[in-house]
């Protein structure tokens, strides 16, 4: 019979830098300095495993000034789940066989669900110390309404924003989108007027 695994205590304020966690890289600067000017709408796997760890390494060089206000659009699991971690969580990197880095994250300072608190997403937003408003936009989010899919569905591939290119004439024949799945794809040029 196998040993059971040992207990190990919830993640959280009171235990993120606890003996136990030796082997993992904790937030090495003050939770409480962190100025909140980034609200992210879609903090799912995506988010917390790449921006949110950019923004974390920014906290860890001093840069307190960029702590994230995460925004779920319907679901309440990973609110809860931050909620409990007080914010929070961890990331595992994985190279090779003997190759992977677990650290603890720490620049979300706050967590709110937008169905249940629309009137705190819009002060955040409305803030004056909020510079940045990010966002994540899963496979889920590219369900376009009915009345668009018949027009992108010309198009090869898929696209996230129409557009036509500049003096081309618009209606049905124009093209209308550029797949965007190709890593080497670009977006057309912006043009001012």
């Known amino acids: 019979m196998s040993e059971p695994a040992p207990s190990v205590p919830a993640l959280n304020d009171r235990t993120v830098d606890a003996p136990h966690r030796h082997e993992l890289r904790t937030p ?9 000017a980034v609200v992210h709408f879609g903090v799912g796997g995506f988010h917390r495993a790449h921006q949110a760890v950019y923004f974390d390494e920014l906290a860890e060089l001093g840069f307190t000034r ?17 909620d409990a971690q007080d914010n929070l969580f961890t990331v595992v990197q994985r190279g090779g066989a003997d190759d992977s880095a677990a650290r603890i994250v720490g620049c979300v300072t706050e967590y709110l669900l937008l169905t249940e608190h629309r009137q705190e997403v819009a002060e955040r937003l409305a803030d004056p110390r909020t510079r940045l408003v990010t966002l994540t936009i899963t496979a889920d989010g590219y369900v376009l309404p009915p009345t ?11 696209s996230s924003t129409p557009w036509t290119p500049a003096g081309a004439p618009a209606g049905p024949r124009s093209p209308c989108c550029r797949a965007t799945t190709s890593p080497t794809a670009r977006p057309p040029p912006v043009r001012r007027s």
């Open 66 to 82: 960029w702590g994230v206000i995460g925004v779920g659009m319907s679901r309440p699991e990973m609110g809860q789940v931050l």
């Open 28 to 36: 090495g600067y003050d939770r409480v300095e962190l100025e909140p």
């Open 148 to 158: 668009r899919r018949r027009r992108t569905a010309r198009c090869s591939g898929w």
